[in-house]
């Protein structure tokens, strides 16, 4: 496949290159990375619920694992393959179609989801349009990378939309017992049809969470919704903090890449977010609140 096109539109837009521009798209490939999710699902986690949390999960473990197929499947080159002069970042893997325009469109379907919000429609085609110009800019993905990415990310977002609801009925039938073993069953499935580094990664944590919420369930651990935005914002900063602690204690360990090593490394997360952060939600709040109703 021919990229001469494709070369020539990101070399027009490098003759308005500026340092400042340079550093802002920069910025922006956070929004790509393992630590916006990091930020991301403990907040909706813990702030609307270990169950919408569970499902975003899986909807991204579910894109990460589509995109690195598709890539391996279709075996395109980056710009900056074809021309290194244009790579203001380098990153790693097969550039179609673009894992960051799939994200973002994905994310921003469930957020504006039946939404009639302006202000959330404002914020969702800014966020589409600086990303997804980003990783043009930056020299890491071709338009039609990102158009790929786009298709794939509503594909996603319909199985969010349409297919999740009636898995989730179902599932309710099951007993905890059987939903921990699904829970293990399901990324080991992954890993066999498609195994990769960023899976092994992600999978690891879904293990943690799907033994991490057996625990909760076999307790009767229940975490009501936060009674306000402050408790909101307080539980996003526990859910964090603990994952970003978890995550640091990785580092402590060898790097490696075998499964060995990768495994331990990011199993702790999942059981921090399906028992860790639940546990010290319900009782923290719990007692914040009996304390609150005894002085009133």
Known sequence: MSHTFELDVINFIHQFRHPLLDQFFKLLDFFDRQEFFFILIPIIWLGQGWKTGLKLFYILLLSIITNHSLKEFFLLPRPFHLDLNLGLIHVSGFGFPSGAAQTVILLSGILINDSKSYWKWAVVFLYIGLVSFSRIYLGIHFPSDILGGWLVGFGLFAVYKYVFPPIENFLQKFTPLSLFLLSQAIPVFFLICQYSIPAMRICSVA??????????????IFLPPPKGTREYILRGIIGVVGTFACYTMTLLLPTSNAIIYLFPKFLPI?????????LICTKLFNKLHTSFEAIQ
Do not use: A, D, R
């Not at 293990?207 to 009767?220: A, C, D, K, R, T």
């Not at 999942?270 to 639940?278: E, K, N, P, R, Y």
């Open 270 to 278: 999942g059981l921090w977010l399906g028992f860790g952060s639940i």
């Open 207 to 220: 293990m943690g969470i799907g033994i991490g919420l057996f625990i909760v369930q076999s307790y009767h």
